[in-house]
């Protein structure tokens, strides 16, 4: 279904420090996780993944973690940097929507120098 | 290496007119395709899919339509557009069959419609 809300919740790191971005989802069944990142005019871009029979996973600068007792899904950037400022979606994978990737409403970060 | 193309990039339309957002994908079989839209400040909405030729998935009911003429084209119409109508619109596409099932985005084709 479509997102709620006309506002996306904002970020504001300064550079250097570490950012979380968070995400809760909404169905247990979901087996697959996918946050992407959107800058502004451009369509998103994978960033990193997680199975549900994970519960972390690391990348290049980029750490997710899945919560599936409190379904919650988050995802750490380290050393944040000017270009990291962007739209950060998380997305899942539900089963009963043949294995579609639904989106959340996204975060804005905003790295300051 | 695949490619995903969708045009226009920008486009200005009336109410009442019509519309049509072409996308294409190049160096892949049998793509999974997708048209996604991003209202401002919203997040990614699902129109439709289609995982083959001729085979195409509403999410939402709505003043849009898609087809799949070809294997790797997929297209967006209206008939008449309407103010609601104005987005930002994003084609995807995915491997058919991946477990994975991550999705490659085109740049995206801005919609206003006054």
């Known amino acids: 279904g479509e997102s709620v809300g006309l506002h996306l919740p904002t970020l504001s790191v300064q550079e250097g420090d570490n950012s979380i971005i968070n995400c809760a989802y909404s169905n247990s069944a979901s087996d697959y996780f996918i946050w992407y990142k959107q800058e502004s005019g451009k369509g998103p871009q994978f960033i990193i993944d997680?199975?549900?029979?994970?519960d972390k996973r690391q990348g290049q600068r980029v750490t997710v973690l899945l919560n599936k007792t409190v379904k919650h899904l988050s995802l750490q950037i380290a050393a944040t940097q000017p270009g990291d400022s962007a739209v950060y979606f998380c997305?899942?994978?539900?089963?009963?929507?043949?294995?579609?990737?639904?989106f959340g409403a996204g975060t804005i970060l905003r790295v300051k120098s | 290496s695949q490619t995903i193309h969708q045009w226009p990039a920008t486009l200005v339309q009336p109410v009442g007119s019509p519309l049509s957002l072409e996308c294409t994908v190049e160096g892949t079989s049998n793509p999974n395709l997708y048209w996604y839209r991003q209202a401002a400040g919203r997040g990614l909405q699902l129109l439709f899919y289609s995982v083959g030729i001729g085979q195409i998935s509403s999410e939402v009911p709505q003043n849009l339509s898609a087809s799949r003429p070809q294997d790797r084209q997929f297209i967006l119409s209206s008939k008449k557009l309407l103010l609601s109508d104005s987005g930002f619109y994003l084609c995807?596409?995915?491997?058919?069959?991946?477990?994975?099932?991550?999705?490659?985005f085109g740049e995206g084709s801005r919609l206003t419609v006054l």
């Open positions: 997680i199975r549900s029979n994970m």
């Open positions: 997305a899942e994978r539900k089963v009963e929507y043949g294995n579609k990737l639904v």
């Open positions: 995807a596409w995915s491997l058919r069959d991946r477990v994975a099932g991550e999705l490659f």
